[in-house]
Nanobody
């Protein structure tokens, strides 16, 4: 199993940037496909970004494409989400998640087995 801990959230003005990190412990993240999800108050948890175990094929939700960049460092057991040009609509709790790399590909949050506790991102207008 893998344990995940997010960090880097905070308050930023619209147009600003934040960088989130996800530190993994336990089983190495090279065994997992990794994802970022977010959940705003009163809304469903939604897909933000996903990256395969090799780190060469990140994919993004349309709402963040061109603004967010997901990366991973398997040696350091870390996953990152660089967020730029933030808008108030990006305000949410952001979660790091993992699913076994052999499983079928899905961006549905119910597909992921392991979750961090989340980190709050608040974007003011």
């Amino acid at each position: 199993q893998v344990q995940l801990v997010e960090s880097g959230g905070g308050l930023v003005q619209a147009g600003g940037s934040l960088s989130l990190s996800c530190a993994a412990s336990g089983r190495g993240i090279n065994n997992y496909r990794m994802g970022w999800f977010r959940q705003a108050p009163g809304k469903e948890r939604e897909f933000v970004a996903i990256i395969g175990w090799r780190g060469t094929d990140p994919s993004y939700a349309d709402s963040v494409k061109g603004r967010f960049t997901m990366s991973r460092n398997n040696y350091a057991n870390m996953v990152h989400l660089q967020m730029t040009n933030l808008t108030p609509e990006d305000t949410a709790i952001y979660y790091c998640a993992a699913v076994g790399r052999q499983t079928s590909y899905s961006t549905d949050h119910t597909h992921f087995n392991f979750w961090g506790q989340g980190t709050q991102v608040t974007v003011s207008s």
